[in-house]
């Protein structure tokens, strides 16, 4: 058979009826899909204007009854066979996030570091949550990459690190804590000859980490993640304005032995509960003078470099091998937007990785490289976005005035704390914090305005240094036998009442204001319940404060005729 008479194969069998194509998913990042998302955004923000909204700045109730009223309200927890659809699911979550939740540009909202995001930030994170970018590599998002090397110039040029510094978004102040002090191990491990990334800690002789008394607890949690154990912290003591003592720093290093290691001397550029910000530049030296890395956490403090008025309080930070900020503190992002800053950017050589899927060598070389090697994580979405939105929109001046603002409301508040005689101020405003004591019934300690609290000083702070100072503060003045056993059940059911009185607040939505303690007797004194308001709503004025104070008052006097009571 030649080939022209070749049998010829069968024709294939044609396929039947194909099936009707699926609808198209709204996809975020195309032209339609952004038009989708405006749709979307434009019904949900109409179902959140339409709930009920609760009258103060959370939703009234016990947490038990708020948190089973937001679960019958989302539905039953199981995933159904067939969504109720895009608007239907975006109204639900919008109305129970509204009506069970918490509004934080209510003006009594007054607890936390948490601010009322700014409208351009938000519209700023749904242009960048719509994109999905990552920051890992070039070809993951080179606009997302752009513009967080932007902001990162735009804060080391503020914090004046000086052209070299560079620096890298992160999660949250807690991470970027653990970030620097990782990098200020690896140092501080080379200098020894240990190479940790390879070899870890073990070798490391006695390794220690400095920070004041006040600093945050995520030091201690990242000495424990990082291998050194939360032992290696060593407490400095604070002054009478609760800043670290750098002759306490200074003597505390000069102990060491050589089988101790010294990480890194943590700063802290305004303090949790009252904003005091450690001397940076005496520390700094100090810190030079013993080749040890110094972190500053900045975490809320940093965004005082925005005001005129403040910015001075941060004089040194940029002697700082190291810088923790927030700006979902003072910054008004939402959360979250945390940045580590460096002096120096080979200090991230110590996250230098290479992954051929990733970051091969060749491309790296040829410019199509990421970020990878400044993070601990691999996917990172841009959340630079919005607080590069927020700088552009409002200038160093504009936010410097939201600053000024909050801080003119805090000292609003002091004033009108030592005003009243049931309140007694603890500490002044240094930021935008000011922590005081609802007295109780008959407290065996002096009122505010007595000459224990007024006669000689100069300002608010020193009115509360003896206490704070280690000097003699009401519990340590003298009273013998039974006047003892007097005071403290004073200061028991004072503590008692403060406590209770919060929660008032909060089961009745008609405040949000923050709990700590204080050793208000010095140093060695019982650690005393106080009240705290953290003042971050630059719309708010200062009879919104004086509503507040007021609410603070009318739930004390309530919730003692109730402990009365009970104990009647």
Request: hydrophobic share 45%.
């Amino acid at each position: 058979m030649t080939p022209l008479t070749r049998a010829r194969p069968a024709p294939a069998t044609r396929p039947g009826p194909t099936a009707p194509p699926a609808a198209a998913v709204p996809l975020a990042g195309s032209r339609t899909g952004l038009a989708e998302v405006l749709t979307a955004l434009a019904g949900a923000a109409d179902a959140a204007s339409a709930a009920r909204r609760p009258d103060g700045p959370v939703p009234a109730g016990t947490p038990a009854e708020v948190l089973a009223a937001a679960a019958r309200a989302l539905g039953p927890a199981e995933l159904a066979a067939e969504g109720v659809g895009q608007q239907a699911a975006l109204e639900r979550l919008a109305t129970l996030l509204t009506e069970h939740g918490i509004d934080l540009s209510h003006p009594r909202a007054a607890a936390h570091l948490q601010p009322p995001s700014l409208a351009v930030a938000v519209a700023a994170d749904v242009l960048a949550s719509a994109g999905n970018a990552s920051l890992d590599t070039y070809d993951s998002g080179p606009s997302a990459i752009a513009v967080e090397r932007w902001l990162i110039g735009v804060l080391t040029r503020l914090a004046g690190l000086g052209e070299r510094a560079d620096g890298v978004l992160t999660p949250g102040g807690s991470l970027s804590n653990l970030m620097g002090l990782l990098l200020a191990r690896d140092a501080a491990a080379l200098r020894r000859g240990v190479d940790a990334r390879e070899h870890g800690v073990a070798a490391l002789p006695g390794p220690v980490v400095f920070c004041s008394e006040l600093a945050h607890f995520s030091t201690h949690r990242a000495c424990a993640a990082l291998g050194l154990g939360e032992a290696a912290v060593r407490t400095v003591p604070v002054d009478e304005r609760r800043r670290m003592r750098p002759e306490a720093l200074a003597a505390a290093l000069d102990a060491l032995g050589p089988d101790r290691t010294p990480i890194a001397v943590v700063a802290t550029a305004g303090t949790t509960d009252f904003g005091s910000v450690d001397p940076l530049p005496t520390i700094a030296g100090i810190a030079a003078d013993h080749g040890v890395w110094l972190h500053v956490d900045a975490a809320y403090g940093f965004g005082a470099l925005f005001s005129d008025r403040l910015a001075d309080r941060l004089a040194g930070l940029e002697l700082a091998d190291s810088i923790t900020l927030d700006l979902h503190k003072i910054g008004w992002q939402p959360a979250a937007s945390s940045v580590l800053l460096v002096s120096d950017p080979a200090a991230f050589s110590s996250l230098d990785r290479q992954v051929a899927y990733l970051n091969p060598e060749d491309d790296g070389e040829a410019g199509f490289d990421g970020l990878l090697g400044r993070s601990l994580q691999t996917t990172r979405r841009p959340d630079a976005v919005k607080a590069a939105a927020t700088l552009l929109t409002y200038g160093r001046s504009g936010l410097g005035r939201m600053v000024d603002t909050c801080h003119d409301l805090a000292r609003h508040a002091e004033r009108r704390i030592l005003a009243e005689p049931e309140l007694e101020l603890v500490a002044p405003a240094e930021l935008t914090t000011v922590v005081f004591r609802h007295r109780g019934a008959d407290p065996k300690e002096p009122r505010a305005g007595e000459p224990e609290h007024r006669t000689g000083t100069t300002d608010a702070a020193s009115r509360e240094s003896g206490s704070a100072s280690g000097g003699p503060g009401p519990a340590d003045r003298g009273p013998g036998g039974g006047e003892v056993e007097e005071a403290a059940t004073a200061f028991r059911a004072s503590d008692e009442l403060n406590g209770a009185l919060r929660r008032r607040l909060l089961e009745t939505g008609s405040a949000l204001i923050g709990r700590t303690e204080v050793r208000t007797g010095g140093p060695g004194s019982p650690p005393r319940v106080c009240l705290k308001f953290t003042l971050l709503n630059p719309n708010a004025t200062t009879d919104d404060i004086d509503g507040l104070v007021d609410a603070v008052l009318d739930a004390g006097r309530a919730c003692a005729r109730l402990i009365q009571e009970d104990a009647a």
